[in-house]
């Protein structure tokens, strides 16, 4: 027993071996900090049930793999870490597949589930397909629901409850956004527009003068 109170060795209920601790994964849901099983035998367990769902055995690297680096079984090579995404679900801290064959898995997927990277984005950001997309925009005529500019592609939701608004241009949906989608900011722009921008005012019949309720002050270097 350690001076920490620790056995020094822990029983396999699998392969019955008294081993040491270090044989074990961690575990801290459990009273001894340890996993149930030894290394062995959680492998060979997890192998088995990998079989019984029809799941290929894992590919191991043919050779030994350097420190600071891993090998990515799609592309069956040795990369440094920094190829591999960070991830906190596995033990290396690193994805099985490097940042290349990642980025391909998760396309395929897409195209296969989805039909594609549009379709699971819609799905998965605002929970509607390709087809609400299109009915919501033929809806408003084909163009933005703010402006009215001609094939408009973003979809607009209401951040408090995620429900989809309409679907408008690349600056009204940002407008909105930069304006918090609070009415009051946008009427008191409104306000502000009016009483700054410059004005064609009727002066006489058929005579326009433009006018501004800032005349007298220099215009600005851009200008």
Same mark, same amino acid.
């Given at each position: 027993?350690?001076?920490?109170? &620790?056995?020094?060795?822990?029983?396999? /209920?699998?392969?019955?071996?008294?081993?040491?601790?270090?044989?074990?994964? *961690? =575990?801290?849901?459990?009273? =001894?900090?340890?996993?149930?099983?030894? #290394?062995?035998?959680? $492998? &060979?367990?997890?192998?088995?049930?990998?079989?019984?769902? !029809?799941?290929?055995?894992?590919? +191991?690297?043919?050779?030994?793999?350097?420190?600071?680096?891993?090998?990515?079984?799609?592309?069956?090579?040795?990369? /440094?870490?920094?190829?591999?995404?960070?991830?906190?679900?596995?033990? %290396?801290?690193?994805? %099985?597949?490097?940042?290349?064959?990642?980025?391909?898995?998760?396309?395929?997927?897409?195209?296969?589930?989805?039909?594609?990277?549009?379709?699971?984005?819609?799905?998965? +950001?605002?929970?509607?397909?390709?087809?609400?997309?299109?009915?919501?925009?033929?809806?408003?005529?084909?163009?933005?629901?703010?402006? !009215?500019?001609?094939?408009?592609?973003?979809?607009?939701?209401?951040?408090?409850?995620?429900?989809?608004?309409?679907?408008?241009?690349? =600056?009204?949906? !940002?407008?909105?956004?930069?304006?918090?989608? =609070?009415?009051?900011?946008? $009427?008191?722009?409104?306000?502000?527009? #009016?009483?700054?921008?410059?004005?064609?005012?009727?002066?006489? /019949? !058929?005579?326009?003068?433009?006018?501004?309720?800032?005349?007298? +002050? /220099?215009? *600005?270097? *851009?200008?």
């Amino acid at each position: 027993m350690s001076d920490s109170g &620790e056995l020094d060795s822990v029983l396999c /209920p699998q392969c019955r071996r008294d081993l040491p601790r270090s044989e074990f994964h *961690s =575990n801290r849901r459990r009273p =001894n900090g340890l996993a149930y099983y030894c #290394k062995r035998c959680a $492998a &060979e367990r997890s192998e088995a049930s990998r079989r019984r769902r !029809g799941i290929s055995a894992q590919r +191991r690297a043919p050779v030994p793999v350097p420190d600071g680096s891993k090998w990515c079984p799609d592309c069956e090579t040795i990369k /440094p870490l920094t190829a591999f995404a960070r991830t906190r679900a596995s033990a %290396s801290g690193y994805h %099985s597949y490097c940042l290349l064959c990642h980025n391909a898995r998760g396309n395929e997927t897409k195209q296969r589930l989805y039909g594609g990277s549009r379709e699971y984005h819609l799905r998965r +950001r605002y929970g509607v397909g390709q087809a609400d997309f299109d009915e919501m925009l033929a809806g408003q005529g084909g163009v933005c629901a703010i402006c !009215g500019a001609p094939d408009p592609q973003h979809v607009d939701h209401d951040h408090r409850t995620g429900w989809v608004r309409g679907i408008l241009c690349f =600056n009204c949906n !940002g407008g909105l956004g930069q304006f918090r989608d =609070n009415p009051v900011f946008l $009427a008191e722009a409104i306000t502000y527009l #009016k009483g700054t921008t410059w004005q064609r005012v009727l002066i006489h /019949p !058929g005579v326009f003068q433009m006018c501004s309720p800032m005349r007298g +002050r /220099p215009p *600005s270097r *851009s200008s």
